[in-house]
């Protein structure tokens, strides 16, 4: 006796491949991480520069206000790294600020935000021609200090880093604060890499 076979129906089939195949169209649609960003890259780090050449000056004078000096700056500084690195912007940075007290003395401040140590040369020659040189290491995320004697008028500041790889001249009133500050901003292969002083 021979038993006849019957097609079998195969509807958890056609059901489990629909199904793989809604998930994969699913995940095929999902935006990848760099392209969650909307506008052009380059534009928007060049708004971010803006922003901060405005910010770091208003940080300061904050600072300055409440009698918190550098501290503020500093602060200011490591919020803006956690901020931009959320919006997948690396930032790296430097600031002096150059602040004469009533005798003839500039303090100076270096904020190192660099992910780096450096090595900085501060040259600073005043208007009657004298000049005087101080060399400074400066730790990672850490702020040094130190300062210039005998200086009774406005002056130029040249400040060089990474072995000279860096380097600005700033003209400097004396009885005013000063301030300098070198930024590297980075998305994926976009770069904006600038310096301003107030």
Not at 70 to 87: E, I, P, S, Y
Not at 114 to 140: C, F, P
Request: with cysteine.
């Amino acid at each position: 006796m021979k038993f006849s076979e019957k097609p079998r129906k195969r509807k958890g089939q056609f059901f489990l491949i629909a199904g793989l195949m809604l998930a994969i169209l699913f995940f095929m649609g999902l935006p990848k991480p760099d392209s969650m960003v909307q506008g052009p890259v380059a534009e928007d780090l060049k708004h971010v520069y803006e922003n901060m050449e405005r910010e770091f000056g208003r940080a300061l004078a904050l600072g300055l206000n409440e009698s918190l000096g550098v501290d503020k700056l500093q602060n200011f500084t490591r919020f803006v790294d956690g901020a931009l690195k959320t919006r997948y912007i690396g930032f790296d940075c430097l600031w002096v600020v150059a602040e004469g007290n009533t005798s003839s003395i500039i303090n100076l401040s270096v904020g190192n935000f660099l992910g780096n140590e450096i090595n900085m040369t501060l040259n600073l020659t005043d208007d009657g021609g004298s000049s005087a040189i101080k060399y400074i290491g400066v730790n990672s995320d850490t702020t040094s200090f130190l300062e210039f004697g005998s200086v009774t008028s406005d002056f130029n500041m040249t400040i060089s880093f990474n072995t000279s790889d860096e380097a600005a001249t700033v003209v400097w009133e004396r009885d005013k604060v000063n301030l300098y500050v070198f930024m590297n901003l980075t998305r994926s292969n976009n770069i904006k890499r600038d310096d301003f002083d107030l």
